[in-house]
């Protein structure tokens, strides 16, 4: 049987998750940027840098975070936004010294 999802604990599955190019986590990236459980729904704010993410890479990382909160027993769901000015050059200077490619 599952394990009750709480946000502690979904919280806790997505931490590691790494973008796939940078050597980051998704939260460190503020990609990853809010988490809202209901029940064993998770809803999760996905913070993109710009409109025009590819919708390979934005599916990839959304399978990247759906996969262990599945584990979990939770049904995924997100809520796609776009990272505000501040947060988006959080996440350029982060990219810059930490990118590895595809």
């Known amino acids: 049987m599952a394990e009750t999802v709480t ?3 979904a919280r806790a599955a ?3 998750v790494k973008h796939p190019a940078i050597k980051r986590t998704l939260v460190d990236l503020g990609i ?7 029940g064993n729904k998770v809803t999760i704010t996905l913070a ?6 590819p919708v ?3 599916q990839m990382l959304m399978n990247s975070l759906r996969e262990p909160l599945e ?3 939770a049904e995924v769901a997100f809520e796609v ?3 505000d000015p501040e947060a ?10 930490a990118w590895k490619g595809l």
Do not use: T
Request: aromatic share 6%; glycine share 6%.
């Open 81 to 83: 936004v776009i990272m």
């Open 7 to 9: 946000e502690e604990n």
């Open 88 to 97: 988006l050059q959080q996440f350029l200077k982060m990219e810059q010294e």
């Open 71 to 73: 584990k979990l027993g």
């Open 32 to 38: 990853a940027k809010d988490v809202k459980v209901d």
């Open 48 to 53: 993109l840098p710009f409109l025009g993410v």
């Open 56 to 58: 390979q890479v934005r």
């Open 14 to 16: 997505i931490a590691p």
